[in-house]
């Protein structure tokens, strides 16, 4: 297993006119091709990832061909947090939280950035990145240590 993820796809739910139904599920590619992309999988996932690895093209989040559902995936996550007591977020918001904590850990911006899918640093640091007070504080000490 080369124990990398593919984004190639993405499905949403929009909302149809003058048919039969209101909505409908569709799956297209990415919107640029920077959001094409292999993310190598960390170590510490890798076990969870290897039951699919019998099953290659399977999407993630369902193990087979077919993909979930999005509201599917709305329900899940909000009752994820309801069982952890965690406030309800938007599940997009995951995206905010990994990038700010992966910089905070030591992501340089322009990897961060391609893992992302974003055309530019600029995208990943005006629409991504959230400097906590804590992190402000930290850098700021950092003037006292080279006095």
Known sequence: ????????????RIQTFGGKRKT?????????????????????????VRQFSDKPG????????????PRTMQNRFKRILDNANLPSINYHSLRHAFATGALEIGFDIKTLSEILGHSSIEVT??????????????????LSLSA
């Open 1 to 12: 297993m080369n124990c990398t993820l593919t984004v190639q796809k993405t499905i949403q």
């Open 24 to 48: 409908e599920l569709i799956i297209t590619e990415p919107k640029s091709t920077n959001s094409l992309r292999t993310i190598p999988i960390p170590d510490c996932i890798m076990p969870m």
């Open 58 to 69: 399977a999407y993630v989040l369902s193990g087979n061909n077919k993909p979930v559902e």
């Open 125 to 142: 640091l005006s629409r991504y990145i959230h400097s906590s007070m804590d992190r402000k504080r930290a850098c700021m000490n950092l």
